[in-house]
């Protein structure tokens, strides 16, 4: 993993230099939070997070230390130098005063998102965008098939047993090929047999167009198992490493998950359709802008997001409409010490997180699958969305 220098540590948060107020307002740009920021906005909220630092700065020493050490311990972080140490630590304090700061001035509702220090508050946003925002998008038509007329108010495909648990992708690039695996091993699942939890391993390295801990595309990796037939082989035959590796390859007979085929849809400004194909088909691997999601503790994303960018890919399993503001349940491949254990919850309708709510760019990849498993033969029907499809076969061979 890259590492930037930024000068001389110095732990009293009141003496952060010229350079250091510089780079903050910097990566807020980098950020992309909203559309219509100006630059004087971003130095006027640094300006005034370091004036209020300073107001505290006795407090603040005493305590860095302990702190820096609590999180140290719970991350099991381990710097094989002084000097990454030093880095990492200004790092952690240059987030926790000032980013969060002004991510959360927009917290004013009790259901609103919260942000804090987690498992990336020692990383630059340039290293955190670097490390996991490694997805590529692709185009999609607009999604022509019409709403669903009737469709619950609050849908939840974990609380019916069809949803893998949340995985941790760990410092490799491969959000798009969990996203694939977990839509896959939902869709087998619906069909009436044993969730599996599919090999997101053999996706990194076999999925020859995409570049495996480097990033990739879902449609590009869904177009490589639909064009090869290539079988998805349980976790357990072909476990996860976080690197990319050499291409195993099974035999025949052994058995799988094969995608027979796909589709891929534009969901813009029908959200309402999207909730009806969710819950008539299943979970749905999206790509959004996950940019503000480092410092993402809990609660309801309501800003922060662009329209413009798509760089992560995750699996929506749900949503619920029935409070003040209405949500999708997403979620993620950064293990369960992130968010809502593994979970984040993004708004409806308020062109939030671009690819993402209206839902302005909405990229879904609906997923037909057939399952090939030794010693059974059975015919199952799934139904999906008008327009393209009433029934799909899975044969068991």
Known sequence: MRTRSF?????????????????YVMELTFLRLMGGW??????????????????????????????????RKKFHRL??????????????????????????????????????INQFSD????????????????????????????????????????????????????CWAFSVVGAVQSVYAIGGSQLEQLSVQQVVDCSFKNKGCDGGSPSVA???LKQTKVKLVTQSDYPYKAKTGIC??????????????????????????MMGQLVQNGPLAVIVDAVSWQDYLGGIIQHHCTSQWSNHAVLVVGYDTTGEIPY??????????????????????SNVCGKFITSCGFVH?????????????????????????????????
């Open 328 to 349: 999708w349940i997403v979620q993620n491949s950064w293990g369960t010490s992130w968010g809502n254990e593994g979970y984040v919850y993004v708004k409806i309708g």
């Open 123 to 174: 990383l630059s946003q340039m290293e955190f965008s670097d490390v996991y925002l490694r997805a590529f998008s692709s185009r999609a038509p607009a999604f022509s098939g019409g709403s669903i007329k009737e469709f619950p108010a609050k849908f939840d495909w974990r609380e019916k047993g069809v949803v893998g648990p949340v995985q941790n992708q760990l410092s490799c690039g491969s």
């Open 7 to 23: 000068g001389t540590f110095s732990a009293n948060i009141k003496h952060v230099c010229f350079l250091d107020l510089l780079q």
């Open 222 to 224: 869904l177009t490589w």
């Open 365 to 397: 990849l609906f997923i037909w699958v057939l399952f090939s498993f030794p010693h059974e033969l059975t015919m199952r029907h799934f139904g999906f969305f008008a327009g393209i499809a009433e029934s799909v076969a899975a044969v068991f061979l």
């Open 79 to 116: 710097y094989e130098v002084d000097s990454e140490e030093l880095i990492r630590r200004r790092l952690y304090f240059q987030n926790a005063t000032l980013r969060h700061l002004y991510l959360n001035s927009f917290s004013t509702e009790p259901q609103s998102a919260r942000y804090g």
């Open 38 to 71: 100006h630059l004087l906005i971003a130095v006027s909220a640094a300006a005034s997070a370091l004036s209020r630092a300073g107001e505290t700065h006795a407090k603040v020493n005493t305590s860095a230390a302990a702190h820096f050490h609590s999180f």
């Open 248 to 273: 195993h390859f099974f035999s025949r007979s052994h058995g799988g998950v094969s995608v027979k085929d796909f589709s891929l849809q534009d969901f813009s400004g029908q959200e309402e359709a």
